[in-house]
C-alpha cells in the first residue's frame, strides 16, 4: 500500500494539480494536519473521505495508526494545512517512521510551497539560497540564527506571523544591510509584495492599523548583490 504525500494550495485553492485531486479522491483514508481545514478543500472538490488528524502534537503516536491502516490494506494520503508537507509543516516524522517500520510505497504529490513562489516573484536573488522557515521566536535565538545566516552572504527565506513580523525585521536590520521582498498572503486575494531596505519595509508595516496574513520574507544580504555582479562580470 502507499502513503501519499499530498501538497495542497497555500491560500488559492484552485492551486493544486490534476494529479492531486485524483489521489484525495482515490485514497481509502486521508490523514491531515487540521481535520477541519482539510475538510474546506475537499468540500470544494466534492471529496468525501475519512479523515484522521496527523499534526506535530500527535505526529508520532498518529503515525503508529497510520501504519497499522497501510498494513490493512489502505492506501493514505497525508495533507499538511498548506502547502508541502515537511516544510516548515508535519510529515517529516511520519515519512521516517513508515520508513522505518515497513516497505510501503512514499510517493510525494509536488504542487504549492511559499517558498518557492516567493522566489518566483523576488526577482534576482543570486544562484542560491537558504531556506529557514520560522525563527526563534526567543530574541537571542533569533539573533544569533540571523547572524548566522548573514554570514553565509547568499539571500534567505523567512516565514513569520503577522504578530510578530515587526520584531522580526528588526532583528533582521540590525543583523545587517539587505534588500528585502516580503510577500503577504500569498496566492489569496489580498496579496501584496512589499519590496526594499529593511527601513522602508518596516516603515510601511508600521504605518498600517493593523498587520494582516502570514509572512514570507526573502533577505538578499548586500553582499550577495555583490556576488551576483561578479558572477556576471566573469
Do not use: W
Not at 472538490?45 to 503516536?61: D, F, M, P, V
Request: charged share 25%; net charge negative.
Amino acid at each position: 500500500m502507499n502513503l501519499y504525500m499530498v501538497a495542497t494550495p497555500i491560500g488559492n485553492l484552485e492551486d493544486i494539480t490534476y494529479r492531486a485531486v485524483r489521489i484525495l479522491s482515490e485514497v481509502d483514508v486521508i490523514a491531515c494536519e487540521d481535520t477541519r481545514h482539510t475538510m474546506q478543500l475537499l468540500s470544494h472538490y466534492n471529496i468525501r473521505k475519512r479523515l484522521i488528524a496527523c499534526h506535530a502534537h500527535n505526529e508520532e503516536e498518529s503515525a503508529k495508526g497510520i501504519l497499522a491502516l497501510l498494513d490493512g490494506g489502505s492506501n493514505i494520503a497525508y495533507c499538511s494545512d498548506a502547502g508541502t508537507p515537511g516544510v516548515s509543516d508535519p510529515g517529516a516524522r511520519l515519512v521516517e517512521y513508515i520508513r522505518a517500520e515497513s516497505d510501503h510505497c512514499i510517493i510525494p504529490i509536488p504542487g504549492a510551497s511559499a517558498s518557492v513562489t516567493l522566489v518566483s516573484a523576488a526577482g534576482n536573488i543570486g544562484k542560491s539560497f537558504t531556506f529557514e522557515g520560522f525563527l526563534s521566536p526567543k530574541k537571542g535565538r533569533r539573533q544569533k540564527r540571523l547572524q548566522e545566516l548573514f554570514s553565509r552572504g547568499e539571500a534567505f527565506i523567512i516565514y513569520e506571523s503577522p504578530f510578530r513580523v515587526l520584531k522580526t525585521l528588526e532583528d533582521v536590520r540590525e543583523a545587517g544591510a539587505c534588500r528585502i521582498v516580503a510577500g503577504r498572503e500569498l496566492t489569496k486575494a489580498h496579496e501584496e509584495f512589499i519590496t526594499g531596505s529593511a527601513d522602508s519595509v518596516i516603515g510601511s508595516l508600521s504605518s498600517r492599523d493593523s498587520i494582516k496574513g502570514e509572512f514570507a520574507i526573502m533577505v538578499i544580504p548586500e553582499a550577495s548583490d555583490d556576488k551576483c555582479e561578479e558572477d556576471q562580470d566573469a
